[in-house]
């Protein structure tokens, strides 16, 4: 790759500078042209004005040249489109799932990373990403490694839209979503860790490590990381997009049930219920922008569990 960040980087800037070289040189010819005709044809020069029946022989110089050039970016355009559609056949697959607005990727041994963790790749290894969004329309876009593509959500029998790299140059590199998708779009940024695959292979060990360490401890803290919830709700108090987790068994909150309000005492049932139904209860003062999880009653009870510890800990 000649020390480029991705396979895909002389393509896409060959392409870039091809159409811009082009655009600039029928920027300044055109604009020669009609600055010459201004001086050449004014009052002054041509008083009496010339009718002209055509010219067929102009005509067909500016119908060829325009369409040799048009042909000639759509060959450069078309070539690299091919080179992102092709997945080369020994690429690792790690599954990209994006909502609002946050970011997991899915190793092959089910090791989960969210926005905050990155996505972490060894160098010089074709990486293979099915792309899914839960919700809205999202695009996934590094910069650095000239790839973008859009996230949608997946109807049954439909394939999942997806795309390719291979970083050439290890490194941290920027990651975030091109689409706008709703209020936090801006907040939906990451990281492609690069390592080399000693440094890899080593991390790769440590985090699936740590992970069944989390999952066994505390399933209810593994599942609010890995379905996104962390970037909505924090666990300290603090105010995100939705109520904050911490405190939560026993508060009283004035909630918007079909438009109406009420008050409520927060309890299992009603955690249950904005669980599997989130647009039900809207407490007061947030927007209903939670979308609807899959959840099964295991990973329901868990979450339920986690934050009946966590107000534990703010009683303690």
Not at 208 to 230: H, R, T, V, Y
């Amino acid at each position: 790759m000649n020390g480029a960040t991705s396979v895909f980087v002389s393509d896409v800037d060959f392409s870039f500078w091809l159409i811009f070289i082009i655009s600039a040189l029928c920027l300044v010819g055109i604009t020669g042209f009609v600055i010459f005709s201004i001086i050449k044809y004014n009052r002054k020069n041509n008083p009496e004005p010339t009718h002209i029946e055509g010219h067929t022989g102009l005509e067909i110089v500016w119908t060829v040249i325009p369409t040799i050039l048009v042909m000639f970016i759509f060959y450069f355009g078309m070539k690299g489109f091919i080179k992102m559609r092709s997945v080369p056949e020994n690429a690792m697959e790690i599954q990209v799932d994006a909502g609002m607005w946050w970011w997991k990727f899915t190793y092959p041994n089910g090791l989960e990373q969210t926005t905050g963790q990155g996505l972490t790749v060894p160098v010089d290894t074709p990486i293979y990403l099915p792309l899914h969004s839960v919700d809205v329309i999202h695009s996934f876009y590094i910069p650095a490694f000239r790839v973008k593509m859009d996230v949608v959500p997946k109807a049954e029998g439909e394939k999942l839209n997806y795309t390719w790299f291979e970083a050439g140059k290890p490194g941290d590199y920027d990651l975030f979503c091109a689409e706008y998708c709703g209020l936090n779009h801006a907040q939906m940024l990451s990281k492609v860790h690069v390592l080399s695959q000693e440094d890899y292979d080593a991390w790769f060990a440590e985090a699936s490590k740590a992970q069944a360490k989390l999952k066994s401890e505390s399933p209810g803290k593994a599942l609010l990381i890995s379905k996104g919830c962390i970037a909505c709700h924090s666990t300290d108090g603090s105010k995100l997009i939705g109520p904050s987790l911490k405190g939560l068994i026993g508060k009283t909150e004035t909630v918007l049930t079909d438009g109406a309000e009420r008050t409520i005492t927060v309890d299992d049932t009603y955690l249950r219920r904005s669980l599997n139904e989130p647009a039900a209860d809207i407490v007061k003062g947030f927007q209903p922008l939670m979308p609807p999880l899959p959840l099964t009653p295991q990973e329901v009870d868990d979450l339920i569990q986690y934050i009946h510890e966590l107000s534990e800990e703010t009683a303690e």
